[in-house]
């Protein structure tokens, strides 16, 4: 009888180069993205040791952290930047790797655009030198962020030395309430796990409210498996995996098609395979998530009260709450809903897609974003951006006085002059609400775009079922 | 890649859990094409006033430490993004290894690839140092990857795990890539039949 495997065990197992006793696997990369900001030292690593890359056909860059969002007609206003987009322009134009630059009319940020080119596909290795790469599991890749060394070894080599993680369900059953997103799902799971929660780990996302997820909520999911400490997430193939896929750039085509799409069906968990650790969460349970801290599982219903430092007995859980709380601003008991914000921030790669905007503009449609607060809208990809004008929702971000920009990391990472002053408040759809991440003193409410668009209308932190009409 | 040897250094504690990359090395100080200069930027926002100015209650700003080796820090050290200029800036100012009751799984990656030793001790083993430290904060720890060791100041040992690829490569001034590279047969082997 033949041993039933994972999901993750059987892309892990397709991908084995070798494995020497003692020494970690050698994995084969399908698919390596690399950006500005991780990739220029791994090239002056090539040129030192005078390699080539040596696949460069399976390597794929954009710029995507350090760019500004304004009109890309003007010139990027800070020098370090625009050295970082010109060492990346020259080092594919001399390596022969394809970019989408700034004039590319597909360039994005690089884990929204990999899954709309059709490069991401059911099965493959993907890697990237960022820890969002998880995005990709989303179509049943195993996709994971590397460190610059590593972005060498791939450009060397198409292989990384990894040792094999352990797996992980995260089991998702019933489906939603309205104004419960899949960002509410990821937040949720965080809340209960924590940030070192999945370490050593890759999550596989299963149940029935995973399987209702479009694939761009798959990957929103995904995006933040890092943030529970586990370096990959993946969902199983499936008919809507197969949709979201057929006619993309990239995607087979053809007998190639057929073939692939077979080959994809059979990439699930087999029944009787066990998982290292599981979790359960009851879907039909969740309120809309925020969080009140400084790391992404420091999160609450929306409803909730900011917990009392004290009522946790590990002293250095108390002491880690106590930090959070004296950055944020915040006192124990106290519930966010009414707190007066300054920024709301939609975009990201955990929340910049068509149906993230489509979201966002359906609430804010015929409404006006409150006096005093900024609003910014950066589409994840120059396509979104496009699609999203096509249907008019620039306009309806516009006319509520939503500040409507080009593609890129924007606020969620603030390098590229998008990002908050010292002790402003932000609501954003960010993946992380580290000190100072989206600016120097800067404090952040991570939730989904639903309750970012339903905070900007009233100013306040706002729970979105408020507004909905059923 | 030098090879890794045995060292005594005193602890500089930095005792706050979850200790994300941001703080290590905050993304504004990404934009450089190279990796000089990171150890200056090292927990930037932690250990400078506004105006640039050291902040004096932050531990790395304290004289005493200028010249340790060995950052004690709280669990998950390292987590959030897979920048490896957190291990860069961590070796530019000094260290040579954290210690920690965990570490996050890309930081981990690529500290062993810079020479920077992630030290995974027991939560009793952690809390005994703080103690020696809170005593003397000139008390001095001995690291010895070979042995897979920490000495406490009072002699104890504790050990800690390594895998032993990490350790072979560390001891040796082996470069990962340079073994990579060996298995150039089996990689066009592997490409002849994947898909």
Redesign the interface.
Known sequence: MIQPKTLFEKVWE??L??QEP???A?L?VDLHLIHE??S??AF??LRQ?RLNV?RPGKTVATMD??IPTHHPSLPIA?P??A??IR?LEANAREFGIRLYGMESPNRGIVHVIGPELGLTQPGMTIVC???H?STHGAFGALAF??????V??VL????L?Q?K?RTFEVRVEGSLSPGVSAKDIILALLAKIG??GG??HVFEYTGSAIRSLSMEERMTVCNMS?EG?A?AGMVAPDETTVAYLAGREYAPSGDAWEMSVQRWMKLRTDDGATYDKSITLDAGALAPMITYGT?P?MGMSITGRVPDPDAFSDA??K??LK?SLTYMGLRPGEPLLGKVIDVVFIGSCTNSRISDLRQAAALLKGRTVASGVRVLVVPGSQEVKRQAESEGLHRIFKEAGADWREAGCSMC???NGDQLE?GQYAVSTSN?N????QG?GGRTFLTSPLTAAATAITGRITDVRTLITH | MSQYSAFQSIVAPLLVNDIDTDQIIPARFLKATDKKGMGDHLFADWRYQPDGSPKPEFVLNNALYRQARILLAGENFGCGSSREHAPWALCGFGFRAVISTSFADIFKSNALKNGLLPVEVSADAHWKLVRFLEADANAQVIVDLESQTVTLPDGSRESFPIDSFSKYCLLNGVDELGYLMRFEGAIRDFESTHS
């Open positions: 397709s991908h180069v070798a003692g020494s970690p050698i084969y900001v991780t220029p030292q002056t690593g040791r040596r952290h350090s800070d370090l930047a050295k970082q060492q030198g960022d820890s790469t962020g590397i460190g610059t060394s590593e060498e070894h060397a080599t198409q292989c030395l040792r993680p940030v070192g370490t050593g890092i400490g370096r790391n599982g250095s859980q002491l880690a930090k990472i603030a390098m010292p992380r580290f000190e100072g991440r120097k």
